[in-house]
């Protein structure tokens, strides 16, 4: 079993829907990260969490520690916004990343 | 400040050739990793270096080789491609955050490998 687990697997949704991914983790983390890939391109970082709730522009995204669980939350979506995004942790102890399997996001004009 | 520089960006290999993907940083990270990416699975750690002269195996090393003679360099080589190293493959360097050792990573921006 993954350590991390994300859903849903893919996502289509119709310009200005509001849009949430979720994480769930089965580890002790330091940290959990949720990132970005285009389609052919790189990884970015959208946020590192240890706690609470982060905000940029349209995107926000929680973590409930005791709960082992994080969402990402797409206000407004925008078919710039289609891409795969990426649930990651940092475990307690050294600097690996584990990642999720991505949920890939259409946005339909 | 370019970040992480992976080239090259696509390779198409034949199979038992060898080839090696470089990798770049120039923020002076000690932490720098390299994943696969397949499609259905989450990245998968390769091979990881927490500085100069150290590395060690990750969850997939098996067919691949890397080195770390300086802090902003860290290759991978594969020795002889097969077509199960098919992949995409994605460096990345880190360094923790304060005393609760948080750590925030940069990627390259991937190699598309073939291997026929």
């Known amino acids: 079993k993954n350590e991390v687990e994300q859903s849903p697997q893919n996502l289509t949704a119709q310009e200005g829907e509001f849009i949430t991914i979720n994480c769930s983790y089965s580890v002790g983390i330091s940290a959990l990260h949720w990132l970005q890939q285009h389609p052919g391109g790189g990884i970015v970082s959208l946020f590192m969490l240890s706690s609470g709730k982060k905000k940029h522009g349209r995107l926000i995204a929680t973590i409930n520690i005791q709960e082992k669980h994080s969402s990402l939350h797409i206000t407004a979506s925008h078919p710039r916004d289609s891409a795969v995004y990426i649930c990651a942790v940092n475990r307690n102890t050294g600097n690996q990343f584990y990642f999720g399997t991505g949920t890939s996001l259409t946005v339909i004009p | 400040n370019a970040g992480v520089t992976q080239t090259p960006k696509f390779q198409v290999l034949k199979t038992g050739q060898s080839m090696t993907l470089q990798c770049a940083q120039d923020?002076?990270?000690?932490?720098m990793s390299w994943y696969r990416q397949d499609p259905g699975m989450g990245l998968r750690l390769i091979h990881y270096s927490v500085g100069a002269g150290i590395t060690d195996q990750g969850e997939v090393p098996n067919g691949y080789n890397v080195s770390r003679s300086t802090t902003e360099d860290f290759p991978l080589r594969l020795l002889s491609a097969a077509p199960s190293q098919t992949s995409v493959y994605f460096c990345?360097?880190?360094?923790?955050?304060?005393?609760?050792?948080?750590?925030?990573?940069?990627f390259g921006q991937g190699t598309r490998l073939t291997v026929v």
């Open positions: 923020m002076n990270h000690e932490y």
């Open positions: 990345a360097s880190s360094y923790s955050i304060g005393s609760r050792g948080n750590t925030e990573a940069f």
